[in-house]
């Protein structure tokens, strides 16, 4: 279970969350919110890639920055936008991925091999990622956060450009993880999760509430 007591996060002046509380259980939790928002503000605060101003987070019962270490093992993370190792394959850079996540490289492999079979990018793993396409790039960013089976998962739009069959295909591995993880996604197409979600909150005007 992830928590956030009375979190803010502001940029300059301009104040983004403003002392949020929520708790995200086992599940997904899906966030909405106009864009500019605060959505990919908040996932980040998750994921330990920013700091908030103010307010504690929470993994398991025990406040960061103690229990950084332990969320950050439990994490799998697929921010919206990040720029990849063009230069190498989509199997290179997993790999890459799975050794900073301190993965056992072979098992790793199989995996990545198994999700990329899911989400149609199997085909390509080989391949350079400087031939890509944004959504290829999408679901292998995707693919990295999904590698060890994370108890965490933090979702940035993985569904974003991405053809309905293929975005389709991606939410069955986004709900099958939600049975023993803590999800959280952001969308702007909440209505086709909806229903599989154990909350769906809104972010606005620094606020975050049930949607
Ligand atoms: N590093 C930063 N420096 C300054 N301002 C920032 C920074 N990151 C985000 N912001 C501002 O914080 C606000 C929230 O941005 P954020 O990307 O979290 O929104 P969002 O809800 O994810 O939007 P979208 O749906 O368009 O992705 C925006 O006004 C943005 O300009």
Known sequence: MLKLTQISRSYGRKTVLDAVSASF?????LLVGPSGAGKSTL????????KPNKGEVAWDGAALPGARQALRAALGYAPQAVELPDDL?????????????GLDAREA?????????????HADINNRISTFSGGMRRRLIFAQAMLGAPRLLALDEPTAELDGETAARLSELIVERAREAVVVMTTHLADALAPAAVQVLRVDQGRVVPA
């Open 25 to 29: 259980p086992v599940g997904l939790t």
């Open 43 to 50: 996932l980040r605060l998750i994921a330990t890639a920013e």
């Open 89 to 101: 394959t989509a199997r290179e850079f997993a790999l890459h991925m799975a050794a900073l996540k």
């Open 109 to 121: 492999d199989v995996q990545f091999g198994a999700i990329t079979e899911r989400i149609g990018l």
